[in-house]
């Protein structure tokens, strides 16, 4: 028996239970994400997938949130537009500036939301994080000051790979992604499969590049 639910007073119909996310996504609605990948269970981490769901008192993660027959969702409402730009803005308030030169300009999706969400201005000066560049690794380079906790790394690292070489440790502001006991990539048992690099949306991780040696042999 088919699953109706309203997305945007336009009635749906399902075949099978899915999360609203997923459903969205079959009708095109684009929900924004940035902890979420297909791959992986939904943790519901960035909360930029929020939506309002008739019934409950506040917004909930359109991830793991499954679909009801008779649920009624509004994704683009004034109110979850203004969530997702604040939390966007809490993300860049201490982020490095320096999208021009950063290797995932034009692909990094924290910028690409910003600029979804119309954000040219730093309304929130936040405390900057300084952490060494972690250049160890013959092919990765880890940049922790350009991370936004989203877990993915950890979680394909974990789940997928099952090689459980980074996790979280601190707390708040100060929480960050390290191997274990802060050691170094070349240090820790990490593979270099580079599934992190690939599941990593802003550059916090990425491929060693080569071009310096490139030049110098020029």
Known sequence: MPIKITINDQEYAFDTQKSILHAAKE???KIPTLCYMKELAPNGACRMCLV????????????????KDGMKVW???????????????????NHPKECLTCVMNQHCELQTLAQEYGIRDERYAGEIRHNELDLTSPSLVRDPDKCILCGRCVRVCDQIQSVHAI???KRGFYTIVISEYNKTIDASNCVLCGACVRACPTGALKEKSAAAEVFEAI
Do not use: H, W, Y
Not at 82 to 92: G, P, Y
């Open 27 to 29: 009708v095109g609605i």
């Open 167 to 169: 996790d979280f440790t």
């Open 75 to 93: 994704t683009n409402t004034f109110k979850i537009r203004q969530i997702r730009k604040t939390l966007i803005e809490l993300l860049i308030a």
């Open 52 to 67: 309002e769901v008739e019934g409950f008192p506040r917004p909930v993660p359109s991830c793991n949130m499954a679909i």
